[in-house]
């Protein structure tokens, strides 16, 4: 138990010890990453960046009545993340890239060109102007940087080799975002009101067609409504009744007009009846009657004092209608009276026949038509709705198409004033006074950092792995026995091996500082007083 408190008790000349031997050794991994960091710091190229601040849907307001015709509508459910993906994309798309190096020039640069040639003769189909291009994109995509500033902006950065470079190239990114931004809005206007302008001419000519065909719809409707029929509602059982009634005396007249055949046959009549009886007389009184009949058929759906006065006009015309028959019929050579007299009889019911059988047809055909227009009133209805609900829906989608042409119109010309801008620069870009890269402060910070950890790491390693004892615990765990003495070192006695063995971490360190010397010294007066030609794109 004491030998392990012991075993656990800190040395601190043993500490002391080990620090003195290695401190060649744990200096030396600092020095080379401090000057590695160093000669790093003098050979990267500066990188400066200029920012310019944007923010996408920030337009100026318009009164709600010229945003109701123009139908602007923000992104409101758009997330700053998203705008800021959408305006990346937008920015690092080929067409935006290809505009911002034709008008920087970056892909006419001499050194660039001449590469391009030599690629362009390894692929085939692909011309050295079209090589350029595209190392001139892929390497101007990589300089600009699209990131959210705060909760609803943005910000663009752009970098360059030098101050100017960088502000150039943020100035270029601002104007070509606005400019590309308004050429399509109004580009999109243009479109939509060309679009609207072509549909409405069709469906106002779809409008026209549909209102005519409403219009002839129901002008045919109200023609059918017109026609002189007096059958309605209130009378059509009426009507049904009288035609009942008058189906009722045709059979009668038909009863009788065989008892006036059989009378023709008794009274020595020869044939199955008499002879047509027929002048112009008889002609005049018949088509009379048949006007009185369908008159006092039509006056009896309306009971009134005209009923009866038709009723005796005709009991005269049937009177003098006998008289005439009677008359033809006395002219007959070679017939008794009772076959004179049945002869006329015969040739007035025929008549009364034909007159009711007209007077039938007449009403007859009146309750069909009425029953028939009753019948198709619902589909009647159901087309003139069909047509007046197509007539509106032309109608709205004409008069928003319409709006729509001029929603486009007022668009395209907002889209030229301040009141369209979609992107909108809030900070411009500034000259960049201190690069963004390297950043001094923290490459040697992490050098010092890292410089001594590897220093106490090959210290401790080169202790592990050396083959010297220095103390007499160390002695005793590596023999295992108790150690009796030790032999005191003797002054003047060399260390076993060579010089370079010896001191190599000193010499390196050396070596290491005078290495940093040249090249600081050959940086500072050759490579910047003879530095490479290298020309800067301009605008």
């Not at 709600?64 to 123009?70: F, S």
């Not at 609900?389 to 395209?412: C, F, G, H, P, Q």
Request: net charge negative; proline share 5%; with cysteine.
């Amino acid at each position: 138990m004491e030998e392990q408190e012991e075993g656990s008790t800190l040395d601190f000349r043993e500490l002391l010890w080990k620090a003195r031997r290695y401190k060649w050794l744990v200096l030396f991994p600092i020095v080379v990453v401090f000057c590695g960091a160093c000669i790093f710091l003098m050979i990267t190229p500066p990188v400066y960046e200029s920012t310019l601040l944007v923010s996408v849907d920030d337009k100026n307001p318009v009164s709600r009545e010229l945003g109701t015709i123009v139908g602007r509508e923000g992104r409101n459910g758009e997330t700053n993340h998203d705008q800021v993906e959408r305006v990346s994309a937008k920015i690092h798309s080929r067409p935006f890239l290809e505009a911002i190096v034709n008008r920087l020039g970056i892909a006419k640069n001499p050194a660039l060109l001449l590469q391009a040639s030599a690629a362009a003769r390894e692929w085939k189909g692909i011309t050295t102007d079209e090589y350029a291009m595209r190392t001139a994109v892929l390497g101007l995509g990589s300089d600009i940087v699209v990131t959210p500033s705060g909760e609803a902006f943005i910000k663009i950065a752009a970098r360059g080799g030098d101050p100017m470079a960088a502000r150039s190239l943020a100035s270029m990114i601002a104007d070509e975002l606005v400019a590309q931004n308004r050429a399509s809005s109004v580009q999109r206007a243009t479109a939509r009101g060309e679009f609207s302008a072509d549909q409405s001419a069709v469906y106002q000519e779809r409008l026209h067609k549909s209102e005519a065909a409403l219009r002839n719809y129901q002008e045919s409707v109200i023609g059918r409504r017109l026609t002189s029929n007096p059958i309605t509602d209130s009378n059509f059982d009426t009507a049904k009744q009288i035609v009942s009634e008058i189906r009722a005396e045709m059979d009668q007249i038909r009863s009788r007009l065989q008892t006036d055949l059989s009378a023709w046959q008794r009274s020595g009549g020869a044939g199955s009846g008499p002879p047509a009886l027929r002048n112009s007389r008889t002609a005049e009184l018949e088509s009379r009657l048949g006007e009185l009949e369908a008159s006092y058929g039509m006056a009896s759906m309306t009971p009134s004092a005209e009923v009866e006065n038709l009723k005796l006009k005709i009991g005269g015309v049937r009177q003098g209608l006998y008289s005439e028959f009677q008359n033809l019929a006395a002219a007959l050579p070679n017939l008794s009276p009772g076959a004179r007299d049945a002869a006329a009889g015969i040739a007035l019911d025929r008549a009364e026949l034909r007159s009711l059988k007209q007077k039938e047809l007449r009403i007859s055909r009146l309750t069909s038509d009425y029953t028939h227009r009753v019948e198709s009133q619902p589909t009647e209805q159901l087309e003139a709705e069909r047509l007046r609900t197509e007539v509106e829906s032309n109608r709205d989608l004409l008069l928003a198409l319409e709006k729509e042409a001029t929603s486009s119109r007022i668009s395209a010309a907002l889209e030229t004033t301040q009141l369209g801008m979609e992107f909108q620069v809030l900070e411009s870009p500034q000259l960049p006074l201190h690069p963004v890269y390297p950043d001094p402060f923290r490459i040697l910070g992490v050098a010092l950092f890292f410089g001594p950890v590897l220093g106490i790491g090959l210290a401790y390693v080169a202790q592990r792995l050396g083959a010297a004892l220095h103390s007499l615990e160390q002695a005793e765990r590596e023999i295992g026995v108790r150690v009796v003495g030790t032999i005191p070192r003797i002054e003047g006695w060399s260390q076993p091996g060579g010089y370079v063995q010896k001191y190599w971490p000193v010499l390196s360190i050396a070596l290491v500082l005078f290495a940093t010397a040249v090249f600081y010294t050959l940086h500072v007066t050759v490579l910047k007083s003879n530095p490479t030609e290298h020309v800067e794109p301009g605008p």
